[in-house]
């Protein structure tokens, strides 16, 4: 997959793994994966299905429908190219947290669903419930975020509260923040992203050696 790997300046911080929304590429969310940790790796992904000239995760079959198989297919693939990521720039495949904003935060939202231990954590911004699924694996010890928007044009508010339902019921610890403005990301969201992540997934026990 086209991607970039940034090597952080810090070994005991997670990868970010950084994924984009529709018509966006593997460059858009780097400034965003400084902003929440300037130490961390960031491990960044171009989607490789082509919609109207624009790259995504997955095929849809229209908004907000989306192709399951394709969906189920695309998600495998992206969990190798981590796996095999990992090997290639030598970091911790078992501390990897997804950073993904619409189109990929619903890919990271059906990783979690699909495939047992595939990420520490994940910061889902304006995703929705990818698919309807009840076989989702235990999620213990995930922490999430999700961010949404409370007017948002793409994301139905019920979809995203049906996402938070289904992570919380596989026992993950999932928070949800809500902004009010619409399917943008505000700077309002990222300052949030940014404390969740210091607070939730920033190991301090290990800072002290
Ligand atoms: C999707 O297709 O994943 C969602 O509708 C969000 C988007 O527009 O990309």
């Keep these: 997959m086209i991607h970039k790997f940034i090597k952080g300046t810090n070994p005991n911080r997670p990868t970010l793994l950084l994924l984009h929304g529709t018509g966006g590429d593997e460059n858009d969310l780097i400034p965003v994966g400084k902003m929440i940790d300037q130490e961390a790796n960031l491990l ?3 989607g490789e299905v082509i919609e109207n000239g624009m790259p995504r995760f997955f095929r849809r079959l229209a908004p907000g429908v989306f192709d399951e198989q394709d969906l189920m297919y695309r998600t ?3 969990h190798d190219f981590i796996d095999q990521a990992s090997k290639t720039y030598d970091f911790d495949r078992g501390d990897v947290i997804a950073v993904g904003y619409s189109n990929g935060a619903n890919i990271a939202a059906n990783m979690l669903m699909q495939i047992p231990y595939s990420l520490r954590g994940a910061i889902l911004m304006h995703p929705m419930l ?3 699924d009840d076989q989702i694996p235990e999620l213990k ?3 999430i975020l999700i961010t949404a928007g409370n007017n948002d044009p793409i994301v139905p508010l019920e979809s995203t509260k049906a996402l938070k339902e289904a992570l919380n019921r596989h026992g993950a610890n999932v928070s949800l923040s809500w902004f009010k403005f619409g399917h943008k990301l505000s700077s309002e969201e990222i300052q949030v ?3 969740w992540y210091q607070q939730s997934l920033v190991d301090h026990t ?4």
Excluded: A, E, F, Y
């Design 130 to 132: 990818p698919r309807k």
């Design 44 to 46: 960044t992904v171009r």
């Design 76 to 78: 495998s693939q992206l």
């Design 206 to 209: 290990k800072h002290l050696n």
């Design 141 to 143: 010890n995930t922490s």
């Design 193 to 195: 992203i940014i404390k």
